[in-house]
C-alpha cells in the first residue's frame, strides 16, 4: 500500500520560511517522481515543482523560481519543499504526489493528505 505524507505546515509570517517533508511508504525514490501542489480557499489545485526519478527538477509556475526548492535525501527517501519569501498569496494546503519516474504537470497516481501553510501577520 502507498501512502505519502506531508508535514512541516504551519502559521508563518509574510517574509518567513518553511520547509515541508513529504515521505512516501511503498516506494523509493529513484523509481518515482514526486510533485508538489498547492489549493488555496476558493481556487483550484495547481501544480509548483517536481523532482524525478533521476533527480532532475522542473517548475510549473515561475514564480515558485527564487522562492521555493524541492529536494531529496534518498537515504531517508524523502523529498524536501523549502519555501523562502512566503507571501500571503501562498496561503493554502500543500500537497506531495507520485508518479513512475517522469515529472508530469498532472497524472499521478499516489497522493497525500496535504498540509496547511498560512502566511499572516
Known amino acids: 500500500q502507498v501512502q505519502l505524507v506531508e508535514s512541516g505546515g504551519a502559521l508563518v509570517q509574510p517574509g518567513g520560511s518553511l520547509r515541508l517533508s513529504c515521505v512516501p511508504s511503498?516506494?523509493?525514490?529513484?523509481?518515482?517522481?514526486i510533485a508538489w501542489f498547492r489549493q488555496a480557499p476558493g481556487k483550484d489545485r495547481e501544480s509548483l515543482l517536481c523532482i524525478s526519478s533521476s533527480g532532475s527538477v522542473r517548475y510549473y509556475e515561475d514564480s515558485m523560481k527564487g522562492r521555493f526548492t524541492i529536494s531529496r535525501d534518498i537515504a531517508e527517501n524523502t523529498v524536501y519543499l523549502q519555501m523562502n519569501g512566503l507571501k500571503p498569496e501562498d496561503t493554502a494546503v500543500f500537497y506531495c504526489?507520485?508518479?513512475?519516474?517522469?515529472?508530469?504537470?498532472?497524472?499521478?497516481?499516489?497522493w497525500g493528505q496535504g498540509t496547511q501553510v498560512t502566511v499572516s501577520s
Open positions: 504526489a507520485a508518479r513512475p519516474f517522469d515529472c508530469s504537470a498532472w497524472g499521478y497516481d499516489y
Open positions: 511503498g516506494i523509493t525514490l529513484p523509481y518515482y517522481a
